[in-house]
Each structure stands twice: as structure tokens, then as C-alpha cells.
């Protein structure tokens, strides 16, 4: 089962009626004793094959946390969460590991490594292959990826050298060189100028749209709401609207929206 995890191909596994992402019933806490403390309650949500889905909602309400659940980056205690048809509850570090391969996180810029140039800091996700060709196709898988993205002229850069949108492509570039099956991005154009913002979601719109990659976004960007299918809004845990974006924008004026949705 795992095997086919990391074929090339995996998207193939993912039917147009089976959801990429479904979750029942799950409930996530911190700590325990005094230290208790529920963030996510009776979550429910299936994402399908190629879709974008923009989830908001306040600071605290528990965005990032869903994200690295999904993320397989945390432990399901309550509920189920099945990501590509695979159950993620029980699952061992090991599996959890393999699950992984096929999810690209973008997180902010800063995430990069300051010391490696872009090539090698895309090259840190290709190292979690084995590959058969080593180090020299993961080199050339960087670049390529790289040159997908606007940046064959920066690959032998350092973070500091290049400008804010060019780093979030470099971390773009992290994400997608495994061509991952799904996208889980946490704010990632929050560091960026309105450009560079528009650049990276008009990339991952055409990802989702040309290679069926489903893409989870957590941003409070009301400028590029409109590359979502829809938009899920979490307030203090608790899945409050999941709305198709064409009824969305029709019930919606930007200046009429509840302002706590897009409160940082
Ligand atoms: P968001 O991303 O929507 O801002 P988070 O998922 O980061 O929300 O946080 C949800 C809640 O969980 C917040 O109250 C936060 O303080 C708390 N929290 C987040 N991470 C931890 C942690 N590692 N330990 C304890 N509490 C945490
Ligand atoms: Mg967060």
C-alpha cells in the first residue's frame, strides 16, 4: 500500500470521487490537567481532487493547527482524518513519514535556510527521497523546479539575495519539486507586496487547475479570494460557513464582511 504512496504517478490514485482530504468528527486538544485545552471541535470537511480551498477565520481559531493535522504533522486523538484514501489515525512516525511525501507545505519565506542557496534549500525536500540517481538528480530536479518558476537565473542564490517574492518561489519550489498530490499552504502571501501575492496564487491556481493537485490555503488576503473554490471559515474551532465562491462573492461585499473573518 505504502509503495504506491511514492510512485511518480500517485495522482493517478486519487479518483474524482473520492475526496482528497475527508474528515469526520475530529477534535483536536493541547495539553492535559490544568493545561487542557480544546482547539478543534467535531471538525467535518471532504476536499475533492483539484480544488482550492481558502480557510480563515481569527487569530487563535485554530487554522494552523487543522492544517498539521491534515499535514499528517500531528497525532489524530479524536475523529478521523483520511488523506489520498489512507486512514491517518494509528498510523506509526514511520507511515506518517511516507504520507508526507505526497503533501507540500508552504509556509512564509522565512522558512528557508539563510545559509543554502535556493537550489539547495529546494533540494532539502527532495532529500527526503531516496533517489536512484542521488545527489546529482536531486541537484537537477531543483533546478528545473526552480526554472518552472521564473527563478533559473537565481538558483545559485542565497535567501538574502534575492527579493521577497522570489523567496516565497523558492519555498513554492520546496513544496512542489516531490509533485505532490496536495498543497497545504499557511499564510504564504502574507510577506509578500500585492504582485508577488497575486504570482504565487495565479502558480498554484494553475497547479490545481492543469495537474488536479488540491490545494488547502490558510490566508487572510482578501485580494486573492478569488482564486478559491471555496472558503471555510473556522472560528474559535468550530467550522462556522463553508461556501462556494460564486455564493460567496454574491452575498458577500468585501466592505459588508464580517470583520472578524479577516482579522489577523
Ligand atoms: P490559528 O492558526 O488560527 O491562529 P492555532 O491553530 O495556531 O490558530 O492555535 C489555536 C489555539 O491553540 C490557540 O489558542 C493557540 O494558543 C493554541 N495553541 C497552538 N499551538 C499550541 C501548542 N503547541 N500548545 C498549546 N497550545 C497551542
Ligand atoms: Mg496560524
Do not use: C, W
Request: without cysteine.
Amino acid at each position: 500500500m505504502l509503495e504506491t504512496f511514492s510512485a511518480p504517478t500517485s495522482q493517478s490514485l486519487v479518483s474524482s470521487t473520492e475526496p482528497s482530504v475527508q474528515i469526520r468528527n475530529l477534535n483536536f486538544h493541547y495539553g492535559e490537567g490544568d493545561l487542557f485545552k480544546q482547539v478543534l471541535f467535531d471538525i467535518n470537511l471532504e476536499i475533492y481532487s483539484g480544488q482550492i480551498v481558502i480557510l480563515t477565520g481569527p487569530s487563535g481559531s485554530g487554522k494552523t493547527t487543522l492544517l498539521t493535522l491534515i499535514g499528517a504533522l500531528r497525532t489524530i486523538q479524536d475523529g478521523n482524518l483520511q488523506i489520498l484514501g489512507q486512514e491517518l489515525k494509528g498510523l506509526n512516525p514511520k507511515k506518517l513519514v511516507q504520507i508526507r511525501k505526497n503533501i507540500g507545505f508552504i509556509f512564509q519565506a522565512h522558512n528557508l535556510f539563510y545559509s543554502l542557496t535556493a537550489r539547495q534549500n529546494v533540494m532539502m525536500s527532495t532529500d527526503l527521497f531516496a533517489h536512484e540517481g542521488g545527489n546529482a538528480m536531486a541537484a537537477a530536479k531543483a533546478a528545473e523546479i526552480l526554472g518552472e518558476l521564473g527563478l533559473s537565473e537565481r538558483v545559485d542564490y542565497k535567501p538574502h539575495a534575492l527579493s521577497g517574492g522570489q523567496k516565497q518561489r523558492v519555498a513554492i519550489a520546496r513544496a512542489l519539486v516531490n509533485r505532490p498530490n496536495l498543497i497545504l499552504a499557511d499564510e504564504p502571501t502574507a510577506a509578500l507586496d500585492k504582485k508577488s501575492g497575486r504570482n504565487v496564487v495565479t502558480l498554484m491556481q494553475k497547479m490545481a487547475k492543469e495537474e488536479g493537485i488540491t490545494i488547502l490555503m490558510v490566508t487572510h488576503d482578501n485580494r486573492i479570494l478569488d482564486v478559491a473554490d471555496r472558503i471555510i471559515n473556522l472560528v474559535d474551532g468550530n467550522l462556522e460557513s463553508d461556501n462556494i465562491i460564486n455564493n460567496f462573492s454574491a452575498s458577500h461585499d468585501e466592505a459588508g464582511m464580517d470583520s472578524r473573518t479577516f482579522m489577523l
